[in-house]
Each structure stands twice: as C-alpha cells, then as structure tokens.
C-alpha cells in the first residue's frame, strides 16, 4: 500500500464512538524479555523469553462537556473493562485494532487561553492476548431491522494454534434491546453459515469483547447478522484472527 494521508480515522471505546472529535490516536504494544541465557547457550549471545505483554492505546482530541466528557470519566471512575477498537481509515472491510482494555488514564486539559479545550485517553490490555489486527465489519451504523448488516470479509482460515476474536460496539443512545451474532463460513454468500459468537440479548450502550474462540476453524469468510432487535441501535463491529 502507497502512502496515504489520514483524514477519516475511528475510535470506538465502550459505547463512545470518539471519531468526532479525535485529532489523533496511537497504539503501543511491549513484552518484557526474560533473560534465559545459560552456560551452553553455544550462541556466544544472550538469549531471551517472552514474558507479560502489554498494549496501550492513545485517543487525542477535543473535548465535549455535554456527552463525551461524562462517559469518560464514569468509565474511569468504574475502572471497568470494555472493549476498544481504532483505525485509520473508517471503511468497512480495512484493517484496524481491537483489544479488551481498562482505562488507567484520563487527561483533561483547556490549553491556552482562546484555544478549543482537549482531552486525552490512556487504554490498556486487559488480557494475555494484547491488542489484535482486525478488520473493519462494520462502521458505525444505525440499524432497527434484523439481517446481515455491514460488508463480509475474507478473513482467512483460523489454524488450531490461533483465536478468533471479536468486539461489537453499542454506541451512543441505547434501543430496548438487541442479538446480534458472528458468522462464518466458506463462500462469501454464506449458504451454510456457522454461528461463532453471539453477542447478547444487550439492553445498554457499551463494548462488548467475545471471549477468543479457539481454532482451528476452516472457514474463512465473516459478516454480523442482528437476530433480534426493539428499537435504534448504532452498531460497529471488528474481527481478527491471531
């Protein structure tokens, strides 16, 4: 891929869709090397180990004391899990970051006198796994009706050493209730789909992280289908395989 400039960037963090007023955004992730050198290393050099991982993710931008600014801060306050997911492009189908994650920092600042006040937000990997590479299913969508929603992806075949993973976004003002699930299957018009995860009943606005479904898993093709739905939703949803 050429280089490109970024102008349509998302972040979903809970039931936030930050995409609005970000500026920016940064994902990091380390692991602590473990030294496991020994005298018949035969190498002549150190030799390491994996140890914890750790994966942080920034969210710049402006701040709205209306909406934006409450939900973060109760989030903060909870120190509760939730799922985030960030890219930068908002187009279904491209590839983008998701991860389960509590939120250690929230940094409120107005800046100099006459400038539009900002805020920042500090996410953290909840989970041995990290933040994962994922694809875009579904942007941020207002749906009332059941059915397929978003665009099928070729995600690829899940070999029994990976996981599936999945985080599904109820952003914004919540409806009465909704069911949504992941399917796969081999063909991308899905004549025999299988269902992998299945995300609720949910009756509140938040991020939602599937727990990982071990491979190996041959299909390789991935859509959302709401099976149950009262009332507006807007939805986003990612996939990954890792």
Known sequence: ?????????????????????????????????????????????????????????????????????????????????????????????????????????????????GELAKDSVQVQSTDKYGGVRGRLLVKATSVSTTGAKGTAVQLGATSSTQHLFAGFFLLGTAGTSITAVLESDNASNFPSATTQVTFGPLTAAGGTWATPVAGAINDDWYRLRVTSITGTWTIACIAAIE
Not at 28 to 50: E, V, Y
Request: glycine share 10%; aromatic share 8%.
């Open 1 to 113: 891929m050429a280089e490109y400039a970024v102008t349509s960037a998302f972040a979903y963090l809970g039931a936030l869709d930050l995409s609005d007023q970000m500026t920016d955004w940064s994902m990091t992730g380390s692991g602590d090397p473990l030294d496991k050198t020994t005298m018949r290393n035969n190498g002549g050099a150190r030799r390491f180990k994996m140890g914890l991982i750790t994966t942080q993710a920034t969210v710049g931008g402006f701040t709205d004391m209306d909406t934006k600014d409450a939900i973060l801060m109760a989030g903060f306050q909870a120190r509760s899990t939730k799922a985030f997911a960030a890219g930068n492009v908002e187009t279904e189908g491209q590839p983008c970051c998701v991860m389960q994650i509590v939120k250690p920092q929230l940094q409120q600042h107005a800046g100099q006198v």
